[in-house]
């Protein structure tokens, strides 16, 4: 099987099947996409899984399996892999499926226990996701924030940013906005949607989110088109969480939705943090619950939060990316850098490449940990 | 030798020494007060110690201790024991020693390692010193409080009043004096001075002072008339960690003297506790630096309080004083209270007494564990 016939058919499972079902993720891990794919699209049966993936046993719970796998038929036949993947590249989308040198490698955590995994992810912006969240902390928190809430988003947001370090994010309005606003202003960000990346949801943040795609990007599990339900904001906070090394929740009361991503970044076992507010503040009270009853990281800066998740976040030691592996534009980049420091307008100058272009790839090269800010620009680490 | 002549030995200690001194306290715990008192007062040569508690060793640190020595000789000229405890009793205040009814055991874990252990304290109001702090928590924290810090202490420290559990506190402006006021008017609570209990300082908290001692304590190392140094404070915030269970420190600068509080409490291995506040806030950088360096527990409420210490305090289970320990109007009060609850003003008929000392009484008997406060007034426990 081709890549392209995997990621043609995971494309269209983004198409007709809810993100994270485990029993389709249970047929993907064992069948391979294509073949579940076809069986969708020929209305056959489904394929078999070891049962203790199968989620509840009985006739009954069959049915209820059976019912989704028809809903997921019907479906199908409105869906044309060529004709989707070449609509959505026409919008600035892209689709990244495991294996390819774009995919996050800390998703296949997502796979443990019971298949969680996503089936692919639609992308758009001019980042590199994987590169993005090598070095990166998921910033969360309420909609309905304080200006105090806001205020912290953004100061902790731009001087990760600062320090190279990515924020990912929703695209809400709240801490999500305040958080990209600010860390986009220093660096690049990662929103992750629960719609599909051409609807603009919500419409306020239609600006903000071409802004991050001219060097972050936008992710989601959501076709072309989608338009989010309540469930798909919770299922997408698994990834949220998944894509970092930690999370931080800037600003949540005892009901938040930050709270449910907070609870996917402890069972995938990554850095749980919590900023602390007034406790005469109910919209703190779900960051005092995780500081009490958690275990999360009390976190006031941003080096507060560099502290807790480790100088390189949880990279293995040394660059993950040699320059032997680098695109040309990056190889000619990084070897424009010097050991002691290089102003990036001297850099781009060296390599040929706009300033614009220069900056994304510096932002990219210091993801993999092969350059650094210093005093006097950016310079090669070791 | 007879309780009299120990308590007498200690009284003076506490006019010509310091409080909390190691050589000092060696040297009791060796000889006894009796005897290391009568050799300062005679100009004699101070009584040898095992050498590990002597300190430093070597010549030169014998000539420093030597040179202490002497000055409390030569002090001790000017301190005549009668006349020291009928001036403190003239003034309402009385010496208690470790043996005493009243002596708070908690104490004793200033011992270890290293004698900390205070020579005696000296305690003016109505309050039992013992009692009050079986069923305690210390609220501490800066003087230069916020308004934030302010209402949260005294939130806090009403609602554990109301709870039945002690307030402890130091006697400043800020903090001290907010939790003070709040628990005192649901509650008898715990003043830990630096000076003697005659001296009100800080001025402004006279009358405080005055209301307080009408059903609690003000307790203290100095004696009567001595004026407070900025050593003392240090010294005497041991005492407010080693009297209670458990320390919450509200609100905290970086160096904020609330934080020696806080070492105390947890080199004494009791629950830390520390209050949140706004990162953005300096007075509350303390209490954060506690959350994440120090694993303080966060706490937002009474209710938080009482999870980390545990509904009674450190208390062993069941009461610790039976009712056959009491004193007679003890006695009589709680042979008044029913197992289904009673009425205070009920209680204070069938049992003789006023109102305001039923009340007393009716706390000090809480703090034993015998009665509880209930929808009708007070009921027997179990």
Redesign the interface.
Known sequence: MTRDADARARACLTAVAPPGDLWLGAMLAEHGAAEVWAAIAAGAAPPAVPCEEDGRPGPQARETLLRRWRRWSAAAAQVDAEQLLSASAAAGIRFVVPGDPEWPGRLEELGMPGSRRTYGLWVRGAGDLRNLCLRSVAVVGARACTS?GA??AAEMSYELAERSVVVVSGGAYGIDGAAHRAAHSAGSTVVVLACGLDVDYPRGHAGMFADIARTGVLVGERPLGATPHARDFLVRNRLIAALTPGTVVVEAGRRSGALNTASHAAELHRVLMA??????SAM??GC?ML??DWNA?????AD?VMAQIGPMGDLPEGPVRTSAALAPEHARVLGAVSGSGTGPAVIAAACGEGLDTTMRILGMLAASGLVERCPAGWRLVR
Chains 1, 2 share one sequence.
């Open positions: 105090y205020h912290v900023v602390p507010g007034p406790v005469t703190s009270a005092h500081l009490r990281g009390c976190v006031t800066c507060d």
